[in-house]
């Protein structure tokens, strides 16, 4: 079946250091791909998403791109603020009568 | 323009007994998931509703679980009788069309506590 497989967190950093945040997945066909962040005490939305290979989805100066020849969607930023702090899931959906798989989720604390 | 809501937020309950979560989506949005997310993991499928019918319900534990979504809007899950192992957030989100590329919209969830 379809799965998604991002790095272990939590990850730490100081304020404006760059961010990548690893991210694959297996998956029959082409699916759509997402991040999706969950900042403290809110609830999960989306950060970004492409939907065919090679696409690069961008939002609040994360970008990824759909990679289909490596099956990845790594999340990168070049200088993360505190406000970043979050945990972040990387997705993918197959459409039709699939819902989304998601990853496990990256813990991301970024320190002033 | 209003998003996903849900209800309750917080639901202790002990072990055996039953629990309903409620989920109203965005107006107008065809699509509606029922996700489970155990401490430490990802949101796990449940049920998909594709109007007010499901389109899969394959890792929804039948015995215990059930929901419904009539009149194509509102939905109910429901729990009965709960395990300790259903402790967990309880998340409903929403799509326009379900199209693969669509955007899953996510309420708040609901954290279920099984004592």
């Known amino acids: 079946g379809d799965s998604v497989t991002q790095m272990e967190g939590p990850v730490t950093l100081s304020e404006e250091a760059c961010l990548t945040i690893?991210?694959?997945?297996?998956?029959?066909?082409?699916?759509?791909l997402f991040w999706y962040v969950q900042y403290p005490g809110e609830g999960l939305q989306l950060l970004l998403k492409a939907t065919k290979a090679d696409d690069k989805g961008s939002n609040k100066g994360f970008e990824a791109t759909y990679r289909k020849e490596t099956t990845s969607f790594h999340l990168e930023k070049g200088s993360v603020q505190v406000s970043d702090s979050a945990v972040y899931f990387c997705?993918?959906?197959?459409?039709?009568?699939?819902?989304?798989?998601f990853g496990k989720g990256t813990h991301l604390i970024i320190q002033p | 323009e209003a998003g996903v809501a849900q209800s309750p937020r917080y639901k202790i309950i002990e072990k055996r007994q039953s629990v309903a979560f409620w989920c109203n989506p965005i107006s107008g949005h065809a699509t509606l998931y029922w996700y489970q997310q155990i401490l430490g993991q990802g949101p796990k499928l449940l049920i998909q509703f594709q109007n007010n019918g499901v389109v899969d319900d394959s890792q929804l534990p039948k015995d215990r679980f059930s929901a419904e979504r009539l009149k194509g809007v509102d939905s109910t899950l429901k729990i009965q009788p709960a395990k300790l192992e259903d402790s967990a957030v309880y998340l409903c989100?929403?799509?326009?069309?379900?199209?693969?590329?669509?955007?899953?919209?996510f309420g708040p969830g609901t954290r279920l506590t099984v004592l």
């Open positions: 997705a993918l959906s197959r459409g039709g009568a699939d819902g989304l798989t």
């Open positions: 690893n991210c694959t997945y297996t998956a029959t066909g082409y699916p759509s």
């Open positions: 989100a929403s799509s326009f069309r379900g199209m693969g590329s669509d955007t899953q919209y």
